[in-house]
Each structure stands twice: as structure tokens, then as C-alpha cells.
């Protein structure tokens, strides 16, 4: 596809469900970025991965949050036993280089979930 | 009843009138600073982004200011157009701290007609 797409689109859990939800980055596209976004306010860093790579999980906010990219491209964050405060849309970015300069990240349209 | 983090800063401005937007950062060792828009239900859109070694930048219809002196940066939107009313967001790449993104609460634009 042209950019970067998530799904679901929405997601609604009762308290205690697990979920995953997918990002589908920029094809060729070496980083990819997870953020949340609380109602109101700006998005906030989960974790990075270079390739396969997870180099930086340092915004995940408790063990109950994971990601992955096994295969480089496609990634999936899934949060155990869903907590209200979990509620947020969350956003995936990629851009096309990997290291510490910057270039500029694409972000997805966000999944949205409610935590009931 | 309403819920906490709706009230964002608003700017109202005329369609045609020009618009400023300002961001306050604290970190003095971010090397690049970024604005996105965000339109309602979608992920944030890049505008424009400014180096630090910069003071200024133009792109298509918007100027980015950087002041490193009182860490302040604007994003200058001129002519604004009903297309313009979307959440405007800054962000900085703190040079420590790899490519990742910290952002701003973000300001509302609403363009009146």
C-alpha cells in the first residue's frame, strides 16, 4: 500500500481480554515506531524497532504490554489483560532509514481502543 | 460528562487570515524539532520540520521559527484555509535518545469561514 495501515481500525475489550493489534509499515521501511495517544493530549513513545530489532522498548508502560516484528515488516503490539487505562488510540509510524538520524516517520491512521 | 485532556488550546481564526502557533520545549538537547497536524480519526500528517542549527524555515504556505534562546518554536500558516482546522502537534528528536519522537499537548486550529 501508499502508507501505513493498521487494524483493527476500532477495538472494544472487556476488562481483563487480551488484544493485539497489527501495523502494517511502508513497504522497505526499516523503523517502526509505537505510540499511544490519550483523548486530548499528544501522541507518547512506546517502542522502536530497527528491523526485527526491538531497540527500545523504554515507553512500554507495564509487563502487560509486548511487541513484535519477527519478520521485519509487519508488527503486531498486544496487551494482556486490558486495564481501562489502557483506552487510548494507538498509533504506528515507520520511516525508511534505521540508526539515530533523523528521517521523517509516516504515521498510521491509528486503532482505537476502548477498554471496557 | 466531560472527560479530562479535552480542553485543548484553541486558535480561531479567519479563512484568509494568517496563523501562528506556538510549542515551549524544556530540552535543550533535541537536534530536530517537527510539526504534524492531526485531523479528527486520523494519525498525525508531517508539515514541516526545522534542524536546531536553524532559525527559520519556509516550506508551501508554512514558516517554522526556532528560538533556542527562550526554547520556543511557531508554526506560521499563512492565508489559513478551511482545511487548516485540524489538532497541530510539535514534536522533538532528542539527540540521546535515537529517532523517537517526544511531542507537545497540541493547539486546535478551527478556521472560520
Known amino acids: 500500500g501508499a502508507g501505513v495501515s493498521q487494524s483493527p481500525r476500532y477495538k472494544v475489550a472487556k476488562r481483563g481480554q487480551d488484544v493485539a493489534l497489527r501495523c502494517d509499515p511502508i513497504?522497505?521501511?526499516?523503523?517502526l515506531f509505537w505510540y499511544q495517544q490519550a483523548l486530548g493530549q499528544g501522541p507518547e513513545f512506546l517502542t522502536y524497532?530497527?528491523?526485527?530489532?526491538?531497540?527500545?522498548k523504554s515507553g512500554l508502560p507495564s509487563d502487560r504490554f509486548f511487541a513484535e516484528r519477527p519478520e521485519g515488516s509487519v508488527s503486531t503490539l498486544k496487551i494482556q489483560r486490558t486495564q481501562q487505562e489502557d483506552s487510548a488510540v494507538y498509533l504506528c509510524?515507520?520511516?525508511?532509514?534505521?540508526?539515530?538520524?533523523?528521517?521523517?516517520?509516516?504515521f498510521g491512521p491509528g486503532t482505537r481502543l476502548t477498554v471496557l | 460528562g466531560e472527560s479530562v485532556g479535552l480542553h485543548l488550546p484553541t486558535l480561531s481564526v479567519q479563512e484568509g487570515d494568517n496563523s501562528i502557533i506556538n510549542c515551549a520545549y524544556s530540552?535543550?538537547?533535541?537536534?530536530?524539532f517537527i510539526w504534524y497536524k492531526q485531523e479528527s480519526g486520523k494519525g498525525p500528517q508531517f508539515i514541516i520540520d526545522?534542524?536546531?542549527?536553524?532559525d527559520k524555515r519556509q516550506g508551501q504556505r508554512v514558516t517554522v521559527l526556532l528560538n533556542k534562546t527562550v526554547k520556543h518554536l511557531s508554526l506560521q500558516i499563512a492565508a489559513t484555509q478551511p482545511g487548516d482546522s485540524a489538532v497541530y502537534f510539535c514534536?522533538?528528536?532528542?539527540?540521546?535518545?535515537?529517532?523517537?519522537?517526544?511531542f507537545g499537548g497540541g493547539t486546535r486550529v478551527l478556521v472560520k469561514p
Open positions: 513497504s522497505g521501511h526499516v523503523s
Open positions: 524497532f530497527q528491523n526485527e530489532a526491538q531497540l527500545d
Open positions: 514534536a522533538e528528536k532528542r539527540k540521546a535518545a535515537g529517532n523517537k519522537l517526544t
Open positions: 530540552n535543550s538537547a533535541s537536534d530536530y
Open positions: 509510524a515507520s520511516s525508511v532509514r534505521g540508526g539515530t538520524d533523523y528521517n521523517e516517520q509516516f
Open positions: 526545522i534542524r536546531s542549527n536553524m
